[in-house]
């Protein structure tokens, strides 16, 4: 059975894209981070969360000569890029809540506006202008304290205004039905067997 590399150690979401493989009877075993040894760090100084999912997938596609999926996800707040030109918040594991509600002190809830964007890219090691990418977003508010039990990313600030909770707060059908991640990795999926087998003829073509 094929292999590829999935740049993440939560292994929830490790296997969410086994299941989701395992659904469209594509025989491919997912890995992690935690099965590579010595594994070069993630990539969260690009300007934008798809040139770091890119430039992850290709230095991890490269180290390890496997096929790659990296994604890159965090929030950009409209208030913050135009006054004072702060980079988007990159969900990468140390999330600074406090940070960014400091940066936000005192402003008001009409200029909280945010948006939550996810950009996943496979990559063939060796094959890199071959690329597939998939890229989606979520408009929303930062609320002014965190609400909801999950800790996960900011989810606990984020607002999404039709339902009047954060993403925190949402039952998981809730999230489902609005989830920009889930569509944008079922994009991807979509059109992974033709890419998967288009990269493994020119891999042996190039032998």
Same mark, same amino acid.
């Not at 059975?1 to 999935?6: A, I, K």
């Given at each position: 059975?094929?292999?590829? =590399?999935?740049t993440t150690y939560d292994q929830n979401k490790i296997n969410e894209l086994q299941d989701k493989l395992n659904k469209l009877d594509i025989p491919i075993k997912v890995m992690g981070l935690a099965e590579v040894d010595y594994a070069p760090?993630?990539?969260?100084?690009?300007?934008?969360?798809?040139?770091?999912?890119r430039s992850t997938a290709h230095r991890l596609a490269e180290f390890t000569n496997l096929p790659t999926l990296s994604e890159s996800s965090g929030i950009s707040v409209d208030y913050l890029i135009n006054s004072l030109g702060i980079l988007p918040y990159h969900h990468n $594991?140390?999330?600074?809540?406090?940070?960014? =509600?400091?940066?936000l002190g005192g402003i008001p809830s009409e200029k909280r506006t #945010?948006?939550?964007?996810? #950009?996943?890219?496979?990559?063939?090691?060796?094959?890199?202008?071959n690329?597939?990418?998939? #890229? $989606?977003?979520?408009?929303?508010l930062i609320a002014k304290y965190p609400h909801g039990s999950s800790?996960? $990313?900011?989810?606990?600030?984020?607002?999404?205004?039709?339902? $009047?909770?954060? =993403?925190?707060?949402?039952?998981l059908n809730e999230r489902n039905a609005i989830s920009h991640r889930n569509s944008t990795l079922n994009k991807l999926l979509n059109d992974l067997p033709d890419w998967w087998k288009a990269q493994k003829s020119v891999q042996a073509i190039n032998r």
């Open positions: 059975m094929d292999s590829l =590399l999935f760090q993630k990539s969260y100084s690009e300007v934008t969360f798809l040139s770091n999912a $594991g140390q999330d600074d809540k406090a940070k960014l =509600l400091g940066d #945010a948006s939550y964007y996810t #950009a996943f890219v496979f990559t063939w090691p060796g094959q890199e202008s690329d597939i990418v998939s #890229a $989606g977003r979520i408009s929303g800790n996960y $990313g900011y989810d606990s600030l984020f607002v999404v205004p039709e339902l $009047g909770k954060t =993403l925190a707060e949402m039952s």
